[in-house]
């Protein structure tokens, strides 16, 4: 399978982005690494570069929900390193409020930067895979995107909803050219943003970003991670009642 070797990753700055950085650094891609927390992005690059000297780090600030931003940095880091193998499509926020209950502001918030922000970073990287007739595009969905959830949990379900939605989308428009989209819904891993959860069988992160860079590896079409036991739970999500849902979620 082709090697991608240079990979932008948005939200790098911490969870599955920095640990995606991470892995990726120990297989020996160059990176471009972008996030709200420019701090944190240079203490990683720093980090990976002392572990591999022989790899190109670049970081550059970034809020997604400035999208003019998302298209001109996007393509600083490609005129940067030359070209752009692979984004991943990861900056996203966890919150919401049961609809109804006087959370349209948060909810709005949510609905602006895992939908409407991603849509601009698929934008901006079809954009780049397009000129060169090549690459991979990597949409971090989750698990919940099977589903509608109920409570706080409704509008953030949506949204990834939407995301697989749109990544299936674009493959379909893909599929006679060299582009790669590749659709990846997690269950439930312990990162800064869910480690208070208290979310039943929580993978690691490390365990749970290795599931992740493998299937991006493999460069499937849609995977369910960690494989077990999400693959599994994935499938009767699809098919359990409502009511007996709205018990677990």
């Known amino acids: ?67 003019d931003a998302v298209f001109r940095v996007f393509h600083q880091f490609s005129d940067e390193l030359g070209t752009i193998d692979r984004v991943v499509v990861n900056a996203g926020i966890g919150d919401g409020k049961p609809i109804g209950t006087g959370g349209f502001a948060v909810n709005t918030r949510v609905a602006q930067t895992n939908f409407m922000s991603a849509l601009a970073q698929c934008e901006a990287a079809m954009e780049i895979f397009r000129a060169q007739n090549s690459g991979h595009l990597v949409v971090i969905s989750s698990l919940t995107a099977l589903r509608g959830f109920r409570g706080g949990a409704a509008v953030y379900a949506a949204t990834k909803a939407g995301i697989s939605s749109l990544a299936e989308g674009i493959r379909g428009d893909m599929l006679r050219r060299p582009i790669s989209v590749t659709t990846i819904q997690p269950g439930f891993i312990r990162t800064e943003m869910n480690e208070k959860a208290g979310y039943p069988m929580m993978a690691g992160v490390e365990q749970g970003v290795r599931s992740i860079v493998h299937a991006i590896e493999r460069e499937k079409a849609v995977a369910n991670v960690p494989r077990w036991p999400w693959s599994v739970i994935g499938v009767a999500m699809k098919v359990t009642p409502l009511r007996l849902l709205a018990k677990f979620t």
Not at 14 to 25: D, H, K, N, T, V
Not at 41 to 58: F, G, K, M
Request: aromatic share 2%.
């Open 1 to 67: 399978m082709r090697v991608r070797r240079n990979i932008l990753i948005t939200g790098a700055s911490s969870g599955l982005g920095a640990e995606m950085a991470r892995q990726f650094a120990a297989k020996g891609r160059n990176l471009a690494l972008c996030a709200r927390r420019a701090d944190r992005l240079d203490q990683l690059r720093a980090a990976l570069l002392d572990a591999y000297p022989e790899i190109t780090v670049s970081v550059r600030p970034l809020d997604v929900d400035d999208h």
